[in-house]
């Protein structure tokens, strides 16, 4: 799986020794809740996770280019494992970014580098995403990106955090190539 990188950011495979960042970032209680997983109690916690769940296909590292930290984590979910019932061409979106780097453009900036990768690298027909209503910010990142809203809600059984909470489904068609580029800040 190859990297991806814009001025500010690069996307690069998860490293076991990303541990203690992750941690860092991961740790705080307003992240996690927000994306549906608890925060981490641990850098072993974290390197757990980038062992199991950030080391397959389709997930990167949002590292910040100034730092040569990582940040958050953006990826997609192929059908199989993806949280919604989606067809075998398409595919799920996930990110989350650190809290200082909230609000810069910079997870818009990843998702939109992944969208790429999906329509052009990977022939998905259509990406999906959800977000908790509480958390229009992560809505407004997909919006950005082209997503359109599908006035749908449904509920997510397998997240750590809000499974029993709505989540609004947002949808971007390949055909839609016009909303490829972000469509501001």
Same mark, same amino acid.
């Given at each position: 799986m190859t990297g991806m990188? *814009?001025?500010?950011i690069l996307l690069r495979p998860w490293r076991e020794e990303d541990a203690e960042?992750?941690?860092k970032y991961a740790s705080d209680s307003e992240v996690g809740p927000r994306a549906g997983w608890p925060p981490h109690k641990s850098v072993d916690e974290s390197r757990e996770i980038i062992r199991?769940?950030?080391?397959?296909?389709? +997930?990167?590292?949002?590292e910040l280019k100034e730092t040569g930290e990582p940040i958050g984590c953006v990826g997609y979910l192929p059908a199989p494992v993806s949280n919604l019932k989606i067809?075998?061409? !398409?595919?799920?979106?996930?990110y989350w970014i650190a809290r200082p780097y909230w609000d810069k453009g910079i997870c818009t900036?990843?998702? !939109? +580098?992944?969208?790429?990768y999906c329509f052009k690298e990977k022939g998905f027909t259509v990406l999906w995403g959800s977000h908790f209503p509480a958390n229009s910010a992560s809505g407004r990142v997909m919006e950005k990106c082209g997503f359109l809203d599908t006035g749908e809600i449904s509920y997510c *059984? !397998?997240?750590q955090v809000g499974s029993d909470k709505p989540v609004k489904i947002m949808r971007l068609h390949h055909e839609n190539k016009s909303s490829w580029r972000i469509q501001g800040h």
């Open positions: 990188e *814009s001025d500010r960042a992750l941690y199991t769940l950030f080391c397959g296909e389709g +997930m990167w590292a949002v067809a075998d061409d !398409q595919c799920e979106v996930g900036e990843a998702l !939109q +580098m992944v969208i790429d *059984s !397998q997240l």
